[in-house]
């Protein structure tokens, strides 16, 4: 999401891009190309039996609501036309407030009293479920104080697909089952507190350059064919949708060809009805490009309701939704269903039960200001309560930060440090940012200690506690040089340590910062503000060096990783509000590392697919053709045989652990290519489906209207004649009004029931060998047979556990389930999962990062350490 863009959006080209209340000429497709498919109609909401109770209570209220009333539910009420990021609109004789939807995954944005978590990419180096969760929970406790209804994560899009890729940092990793259990982990806590957690991109949002449409141009194309995306994109997404998430943003981007928002295969076929998804869609901000056709496509919530041009007080819903519903070119029971999906969410998660209203504004920092500052002319009363929400959230932040710390290289022992060591700390990434905290807005510069990458995934630091504030709370001899050149008058001792800070950052395309629009364009792979040569500097002047470094994802460490003084190397990753005191933690021994790497560190950047790079032209739209399938990450550096300078899955210990005593039980037996046959769906609410009177939509007397509000009213709706049979409106290329035969892939949330089954279940025992304390993470990763029948990658994450924290010659046994799913390919001629029968020819490794396994099973033998 953004706050603001260009001030003009234009319509895709495509044929699903129309706008609500005119025809559009629509040009023929080349069948040459590939394109997204039609997928007509939306499906209703409502047929799982866990959201049965919900589905009731919104079906009764939606049978009450006049036209106007839905529509409201339906559409933001514009760009800063309230507190939060965006609101829908209220229905007050029936107690709906405006829905509030906010940013950030990380934590409650542009408001005070919060916690500033560490961002996604360091959960999920921590590889630690309880965390994923208690983190989640701390996020949904927080969005809740504040009055968020909806908190706008977490995020799993991008996928880390282009290493550069600007908000690669707001998701867990570059592997689509770290993504996915540190997201259904993420959402399970958030929602466990009532609030609505809304996972996102969905999908092949990879790049920040030139992903929105505008005046001159159109957003790119991620062109992904059915199987990547659904083995690799959507899998997060699945398991998103599985853990019940209340809502999906969709991406600015287009997907084979048509704009996300309006894209009926992705939404309607694969979100709504392959994945069972019951809740709402919601655009992301500005990204609603047509009106019919969005609503057609699935969408069910526009976001934050502005039409192509922001502050104008138009929009493509609102009173446009209304005529399309009186013209009858929106069917009635699709935006009853809208509605219907909206309420059974703020229903299901108990918040007509005392939900508390926004009591902070994003849009200023003052007690009382403008309610609708968009309108320029507003009322003004309170809008910051200034409402503490912090809890004892800290101590997540600070475990959070700490587990994930990835110790890369620790060459005689050098660390832990002792306290009386003798410490020169070098580099402004150690310090504060001189100009003051929350200095720069949305985090859009790089100065002082790295706490997180800039945009709208971001939120204000409460306070930070910097690596020179908790360095110099520990050691009485540290001396610190906060500059990023080496000074000259440093002089060493064979006893000196030095440790250098270095970062690399990166951010939203809608904030440039050091000539990077987002993705890493002008730094490349490589350490900001001289990173690299501050650490070689320090490499002549002393025979110890420890480097940190706080970074969204890869960077290339060759100038200096192999020099003989550089003895410690750890990676931070992004800490948030403790950065000093987690940092301390690992480096004077207080806890032994035990982060892994949610990313393989190459030697070169040559070593990636030519085409994951940055894409850039001066006119047309970007074509960005996914050509290398799965092998994203490591699955391609094993494929093509290339050794990375770090695996994906790589972190040292201060101790050592032996992988022992490992066996495979059989528990479902897949005793068939595909799935059992999928549930059928149960009932979905039905409405009356004719046209509601005219003058629901028109303006209430002595209406006191806000200056570009967008309300759902219209001046003379007893006008409106019925246009859908006529030639006036042109619906998509493969428009229907019947519904699909189920897919055979569906049948609950996140696809057939089925595919979690527990094909086998691995038990291992890990033994802390060493003579320090210290946790495990045992990565369990599955090789398909050639019987499948496709090209597979030759391993592939599927499973974690992390120990306990386990003393010297402690020992636990860890059990690891692998589902059907997990052994599965997606057949795109049945369009379903297809494994081994049997899971003959499986094979499931066991170990410490992708390139260092321990245990090998076979699903058709037995076990043994390797």
């Known amino acids: 999401m953004v706050r603001w863009v260009s001030l003009a959006l234009i319509v895709a080209t495509v044929p699903c891009s129309l706008a609500s209340s ?9 069948t040459n190309e590939a394109f997204s498919p039609p997928y007509y109609p939306a499906p209703n909401g409502g047929w799982v039996s866990n959201w049965a109770e919900a589905y009731q209570k919104a079906q009764n209220v939606v049978r009450n609501l006049t036209l106007a009333e839905k529509v409201n539910l339906t559409t933001g009420t514009g760009i800063f036309m309230g507190p939060c990021a965006g609101q829908t609109g209220s229905v007050p004789r029936l107690g709906i407030p405006n829905l509030c939807l906010h940013d950030s995954p990380l934590g409650v944005r542009n408001t005070d009293h919060n916690t500033a978590f560490p961002p996604g990419i360091t959960v999920g180096a921590t590889f630690d479920k309880d965390l994923m969760y208690e983190r989640g929970v701390a996020l949904g406790e ?31 990793g570059f592997d689509p089952a770290l993504q ?38 159109q957003g790119y194309s991620s062109n992904i064919d059915d199987r ?19 809502s999906v943003m969709i991406a600015y981007n287009d997907v084979n060809k048509s704009a996300c928002s309006q894209n009926s295969k992705l939404i309607n076929g694969i979100l709504k ?34 039409g192509a041009i922001p502050l104008f007080g138009g929009s493509y819903w609102g009173p446009e939704l209304s005529r399309s519903i009186l013209n009858e070119t929106v069917p009635v029971e699709r935006l009853n269903d809208m509605v219907t999906r909206i309420l059974a969410v703020w229903f299901k998660m108990g918040q007509d039960q005392d939900y508390p209203l926004p009591n902070f504004s994003s849009n200023t920092e003052d007690e009382t200001g403008l309610l609708y500052p968009g309108a320029v002319i507003s009322p003004v009363g309170v809008v910051n309560q200034y409402v503490n929400v912090q809890g004892n959230h800290n101590t997540t932040a600070r475990a959070v930060a700490r587990d994930a710390i990835t110790l890369l290289k620790n060459e005689e022992n050098l660390l832990p440090l002792s306290r009386n060591d003798s410490l020169k700390i070098f580099g402004t990434d150690a310090g504060a940012d001189p100009q003051g905290l929350n200095s720069c807005a949305d985090k859009g510069c790089n100065r002082g200690v790295l706490t997180m990458g800039w945009g709208s995934g971001t939120s204000k630091l409460p306070y930070l506690i910097t690596p020179q504030d908790a360095i110099s709370n520990i050691s009485s001899t540290a001396e610190f040089y906060i500059k990023d050149t080496f000074p000259s008058s440093v002089e060493a001792n064979d006893e000196d340590i030095a440790i250098v800070f270095i970062n690399s950052d990166s951010g939203e395309n809608f904030i440039t910062v050091d000539g990077n629009p987002g993705d890493r364009k002008a730094s490349g792979l490589y350490a900001w503000h001289n990173g690299d040569d501050l650490v070689k500097a320090a490499a002549e002047k002393f025979s110890q060096v420890v480097v940190v470094i706080h970074t969204v994802g890869p960077l290339i460490l060759e100038e200096w990783i192999d020099l003989d003084p550089v003895k410690a190397v750890l990676i931070a990753h992004l800490p948030g509000q403790e950065a000093g005191y987690s940092l301390t933690d690992i480096l004077f021994g207080d806890y032994s590392p035990s982060g892994h790497l949610p990313y393989t560190i190459p030697y070169d950047e040559s070593n990636y697919p030519e085409s994951v790079g940055l894409l850039q032209q001066p006119f047309g739209q970007i074509q960005d053709d996914y050509t290398e399938g799965l092998y994203i990450d490591y699955r391609h550096f094993l494929k093509e045989e290339i050794n990375p300078r770090y695996p994906f899955g790589h972190g040292l210990s201060y101790t050592t652990f032996e992988y022992s005593n490992p066996s495979i039980s059989k528990v479902t037996p897949l005793d068939t290519e595909y799935p059992p046959s999928r549930p059928e769906k149960g009932p979905t609410p039905t409405y009356p489906t004719t046209i509601p009177p005219a003058s629901e939509a028109a303006w209430p007397d002595n209406f006191n209207r806000i200056w570009r509000y967008i309300y ?61 304390p210290g946790r495990a993470v ?80 076979e699903a058709d033998g037995g076990c043994n350490t390797l």
């Open 22 to 30: 005119s025809a559009a000429n629509i040009e023929p497709r080349d």
């Open 142 to 172: 927080e969005a809740r104080g504040k009055g968020v209804n909806v908190l706008l994560g977490p995020s799993v899009g991008p996928m880390g697909r282009k290493p550069r890729g600007g908000r690669n940092w707001e998701g867990f």
């Open 180 to 217: 996915g259990i540190a997201a259904a982990g993420t959402i399970r806590g958030m929602q466990s507190t009532g609030a609505i957690a809304c996972i996102k991109h969905l999908v092949g949002n990879e790049q920040e350059m030139h992903r929105m449409s505008s005046v001159v141009t």
């Open 228 to 246: 990547t995306l659904h083995e690799f994109y959507l899998w997060p997404f699945a398991e998103g949708v599985r853990a019940e998430v209340g």
């Open 273 to 306: 009805d392959e994945l069972g998804f019951q809740g709402f869609v919601v655009t992301d901000w500005l990204a609603h490009l047509g009106g019919v056709s969005s609503a057609l496509a699935g969408l069910d919530m526009s976001m934050p309701g502005d």
């Open 712 to 772: 759902p009213y219209l001046d003379n709706p007893s006008s409106i004649t019925n246009t859908s049979s006529s030639n006036t409106y042109l619906y998509p290329d493969g428009y229907s009004t019947t519904p699909n035969p189920p897919p055979r892939a569906g049948g609950a949330e996140g696809g057939n029931p089925a595919l979690w089954d527990v094909a086998f279940s691995i038990e291992v025992t890990v033994t802390n060998t060493g003579s320090r």
């Open 778 to 857: 045992a990565q369990l990763y599955v090789q398909l047979p050639d019987s499948v029948g496709l090209d597979t990658p030759s391993r592939q994450l599927r499973q974690f556990e992390k120990t306990k924290v386990l003393e010297a010659g402690e020992s636990e046994v860890l059990g690891m389930d692998v589902t059907r799913k997990d052994l599965s390919i997606w057949d795109v001629e049945m369009q379903d999962w297809k494994s081994a029968p049997w899971g003959k020819g499986v094979k499931v490794f066991v170990g410490e990062s992708v390139l260092d396994l321990r245990v090998l099973c």
